[in-house]
């Protein structure tokens, strides 16, 4: 058997004094695509970062083909071979492809000037090496998220890496997108490519990876060939425990017609759309990347533009032109984006659970500190949120419990109606439990839930009915009981 590219034995990690990860084994071997699970706070993130120099580790021993090794930057990490492709987009929105993809390693020419023409064709030759039809000379900003990755992964693979670390490279990926990433793998494992592939979604680690190592609260659980085990048993593994459902759904729909949108058009994306929700209902809008479904509640949260249609609430109509005129409506709106556009990753907790509510919390200019720390506590209590503290920077925790912060600061603003694009992404499955549990105690509660998911499985498990979108318009609408993976589909494409 030949030397594994890369072997980690007993990885260890704190954080003023609180471990992180406590027992780290992981060994990859050359052709091999690996799975990396765990639930969130598994260990999983602070592990990479080892590997990767951004984090110097307390214990434990790290090898590369053989020979011991301590990474102190991610440019050490990078001249021996290894490379991350992460889940968080960084990209120079001015600058073109070709020039994020060589960012600060430039070809030069004559008198020490960039080469563009050289490191155009370079780019172009490696995105059309793996079929991403994506175009060397776009500038970034003109991109779509799904091509800002393709962008970030043939950056990644531009360095040769041997080691190739994988950290939810599909989040932002729609099938067809997706569908080009995974021939990506399989030709970088055909070249002998070592691949550390993390991804919630166990049925990619299924398609795409041949082994698994499982981490679970900062330790190694264990490894194996995914020929022997099964979905079931791997979330048994995941989570410790026998998950009996991956689904909580409880609601019941009502008559009462809560919101209605009609000949909706926006500035972008989105024209003629009609449908209606109704009290205690989960409606999914159900489409393919670029179909108009985020489009529509931007819409609805005065994010764009009205162009015609009219929204009505409650059977009367009204003009939402921007957030704060949505949140007033009883409208509250979870993008796809946590990082992005939910969070304010330089303050705390605390901060961002009260981020919707500074009004109520400062009635007279002056914050209340006392009703802040209410708030807070009490959402993270009502969430399960795990934080050591209310005053924990919430860049700290891990994407499930970011996810649910996101949740309890629009819970405080007391909504009639939540918008949830892409819920659960990024998130593990036994955190997905819980957020679908939130889910449907919201809407059985008299709640209405509007929400976007590129997960067939979740729209099939959630959903009330569907309503499916295609070039920004409605293609058509299935209640719970016509639901199918083909139905959807057939309707999508």
């Not at 990078?78 to 929105?93: D, F, H, K, M």
């Not at 890496?161 to 494992?189: C, H, N, W, Y």
């Amino acid at each position: 058997m030949t030397q594994p590219l890369l072997i980690a034995d007993g990885i260890r990690k704190s954080f003023n004094g609180v471990p992180a990860l406590m027992d780290g084994r992981f060994v990859l071997r050359s052709g091999s695509v690996h799975a990396l699970c765990g639930g969130n706070g598994a260990g999983k993130s602070t592990f990479l970062k080892i590997l990767m120099g951004i984090h110097h580790r307390d214990g434990g021993t790290l090898e590369r083909n053989g020979e011991a090794v301590v990474f102190d930057s991610p440019s050490e990490a990078l001249a021996n071979g290894i490379c991350i492709i992460e889940q968080e987009l960084s990209p120079v929105p001015a600058m073109s492809v070709a020039e994020n993809i060589y960012l600060g390693r430039e070809p030069v020419g004559f008198l020490g000037r960039v080469d563009f023409r050289k490191m155009n064709a370079d780019a172009q030759e490696l995105l059309d090496r793996f079929g991403f039809g994506i175009r060397a000379e776009t500038m970034m900003m003109d991109l779509t998220v799904a091509q800002t990755q393709l962008v970030e992964i043939a950056k990644a693979l531009s360095y040769d890496a041997e080691v190739i670390i994988m950290d939810e490279p599909t989040s932002a990926l729609g099938e067809a997108e997706a569908d080009q990433l995974f021939e990506a793998v399989r030709a970088l494992k055909e070249r002998g490519k070592g691949v550390i592939y993390v991804s919630h979604r166990l049925s990619e680690i299924f398609s795409i990876c041949d082994s698994y190592t499982v981490f679970r609260d900062g330790a190694f659980v264990e490894d194996g060939s995914l020929a022997d085990i099964d979905k079931t048993q791997l979330i048994n593994l995941i989570v410790g425990r026998p998950l009996t459902e991956e689904f909580v759904k409880e609601n019941t729909p009502g008559s009462e017609e809560v919101l209605a949108v009609q000949g909706l058009g926006a500035d972008r994306g989105v024209a003629d759309v009609s449908f209606s929700v109704k009290r205690g209902e989960i409606l999914a809008l159900y489409g393919l990347m670029g179909s108009g479904r985020s489009e529509i509640f931007d819409r609805l949260f005065g994010l764009s533009d009205a162009t015609d249609g009219e929204v009505l609430l409650g059977g009367k109509p009204v003009r939402i032109t921007s957030p704060k005129e949505a949140i007033e409506a009883g409208l509250a709106y979870v993008t796809e984006d946590r990082k992005g556009s939910g969070l304010n990753l330089a303050g705390d907790v605390r901060d961002n659970l009260c981020l919707a509510t500074l009004e109520e919390m400062s009635p007279a200019g002056v914050m209340n500190g006392r009703a802040e720390a209410e708030a807070a506590g009490r959402m993270i209590s009502t969430l399960n949120i795990k934080t050591a503290s209310d005053r924990l920077g919430v860049s700290n925790l891990s994407g499930g419990n970011q996810q649910k912060v996101v949740l309890g600061k629009w819970f405080l603003t007391q909504p009639e109606i939540l918008l949830l694009d892409e819920p659960t992404r990024g998130v593990d499955v036994g955190a997905k439990r819980e957020i679908y549990r939130v889910m449907s105690d919201f809407a059985a509660a008299g709640g209405t839930i509007i929400m976007v998911s590129s997960e067939t499985d979740e729209v099939l498990g959630m959903a009330d009915r569907a309503v499916v979108m295609r070039d920004g318009r409605v293609a058509g609408e299935l209640d719970r009981a016509d639901m199918s993976a083909e139905a959807l589909l057939h309707l999508a494409v």
